[in-house]
């Protein structure tokens, strides 16, 4: 079945970067489609980065364009996403997802397949 999870959430102040990591056990993800997404307090789950088949290329939520980066490891089966110049609105669950169809361009969470428990991430002011 395989497995997804993140890593390298955790408190920091404005400005400040962070790198998270996403480790797949189990089975190998890296040929399909793999993203982040987060989840604020109060609100809905929602896609941040990520990689599709189809081009290939990677995709950013135009919320987070210039700041946050996405890349992937394929031979260590890991995805990352560099958080750079944090704010607190930044301030979520940090999920990793990958979905089966490789070639797709739908990041609704509602069609990822696999799903990692999250890493918090919390931005002070």
């Known amino acids: 079945q395989g497995q997804l999870l993140e890593s390298g959430g955790g408190l920091v102040q404005a400005g400040d970067s962070l790198r998270l990591s996403c480790a797949a056990s189990?089975?190998?993800?890296?040929?399909?489609?793999m993203g982040w997404f987060r989840q604020a307090p109060g609100k809905e789950r929602e896609f941040v980065a990520g990689f599709s088949w189809s081009g290939p290329r990677t995709f950013l939520a135009d919320s987070v364009k210039g700041r946050f980066t996405f890349s992937r490891d394929n031979a260590k089966n890991m995805m990352y996403l560099q958080m750079n110049n944090l704010k607190p609105e930044h301030t979520a669950v940090y999920y990793c997802?990958?979905?089966?169809?490789?070639?797709?361009?739908?990041?609704?969470?509602?069609?990822?397949?696999?799903w990692g428990k999250g890493t918090l991430v919390t931005i002070s002011s």
């Open positions: 189990g089975r190998s993800f890296s040929s399909l489609r």
């Open positions: 997802a990958v979905a089966n169809d490789r070639y797709g361009s739908n990041w609704s969470p509602n069609v990822m397949d696999y």
